[in-house]
Nanobody, 119 residues
Framework: QVHLVESGGGLVQAGGSLRLSCAASGRTFSSSAMGWFRQVPGKEREFVAAIRWIGGRISYTDSVKGRFTISRDNAKKTVYLQMNSLKPEDTAVYYC????????????WGQGTQVTVSL
């Protein structure tokens, strides 16, 4: 089992920045990729970004390209999502997930952290 704990969410004004962290523990060797997803009430969970532990292959959804940066610290088993130039439409609960490839499937999920961007 892989245990994931997100942190770093909060309230920020439009144009501001936040950095989310996701600490992984447990059988992390069983997951080759880590991803960030987000969800707003009434909508499906949306892919945001993903990265491989080894090799560092990265993928982003189009709406965050140039604003968000995903990175990882293998020694700390931690993945980060640096979010700059935040917009109100970025408001969501952000989830960290562990999966077999950048494209999924994702088998393990964190509890989520709320990000709220105000005007």
């Amino acid at each position: 089992q892989v245990h994931l704990v997100e942190s770093g969410g909060g309230l920020v004004q439009a144009g501001g920045s936040l950095r989310l962290s996701c600490a992984a523990s447990g059988r992390t060797f069983s997951s080759s990729a880590m991803g960030w997803f987000r969800q707003v009430p009434g909508k499906e969970r949306e892919f945001v970004a993903a990265i491989r532990w080894i090799g560092g292959r990265i993928s982003y959804t189009d709406s965050v390209k140039g604003r968000f940066t995903i990175s990882r610290d293998n020694a700390k088993k931690t993945v980060y999502l640096q979010m700059n130039s935040l917009k109100p439409e970025d408001t969501a609960v952000y989830y960290c997930a562990a999966g077999s490839t950048v494209g999924g499937p994702y088998d393990h999920w964190g509890q989520g952290t709320q990000v709220t961007v105000s005007l």
